[in-house]
């Protein structure tokens, strides 16, 4: 478990209600997904808006929610915390929560028209065949080493 006080760092804060010296079992976005101690970040999308089931976040047992607005009924027990953009709040917490896992990964980005999966293919079974510990994210398939996922959207979700 991590305290809400150190997965915010480096994020733009706006208000804060409650203590952030509190322990946070996981960083959620997903109100259904919710688990008691998690932190449940409430982000805008393009269909629905997670400010709507903040009730139901803590219902689950989340005791830290960070919003882009505060609600107008604050539960007790629960700390609240303002940020200017969730999504953005969310990804630094994700990053800090599980220890800024990025600073160990070289990275390869493919862009152009045509022949993007074709070339980001080819890159990973070379990587792979030279030894490293890869992953691949495309329209058809997302691989790490080589466990495959499958991908909904030509562009995945950061908080997938």
Same mark, same amino acid.
């Given at each position: ?10 994020v ?15 960083v959620?976005?997903?109100? #259904?997904?919710?688990? +008691?101690?998690d932190?449940?970040?409430? $982000?805008?999308?393009? /269909?629905?808006? %997670?400010?709507?089931?903040? @009730? ?11 919003? #882009?607005?505060?609600? +107008? ?5 629960? $700390?609240?915390?303002e /940020?200017?953009? %969730?999504?953005?709040?969310? @990804? ?5 929560y ?12 493919v ?7 074709? /070339? ?36 995945p979700?950061?908080?997938?």
């Amino acid at each position: 478990m991590k305290l809400l006080k150190d997965i915010l760092f480096g994020v733009h804060i706006s208000a804060v209600s409650g203590t952030t010296n509190r322990e946070v079992a996981s960083v959620c976005f997903d109100s #259904e997904k919710v688990l +008691k101690g998690d932190a449940f970040v409430a $982000t805008r999308g393009t /269909v629905t808006d %997670g400010h709507e089931y903040i @009730a139901n976040a803590i219902e689950l047992g989340a005791r830290s929610i960070v919003c #882009e607005e505060l609600p +107008k009924v604050m539960m007790d027990g629960v $700390t609240y915390v303002e /940020v200017e953009n %969730g999504q953005q709040a969310l @990804a630094i917490m994700a990053s800090n929560y599980y220890d800024t896992p990025s600073k160990n990964l070289k990275l390869v980005g493919v862009t152009g028209t045509n022949g993007k999966t074709t /070339v980001s293919s080819l890159l990973y079974q070379l990587f792979k065949k030279a030894g490293y510990k890869v992953g691949l994210l495309s329209t058809i398939k997302i691989m790490v080493d080589d466990k495959e996922y499958s991908t909904s959207h030509t562009t995945p979700d950061a908080r997938s």
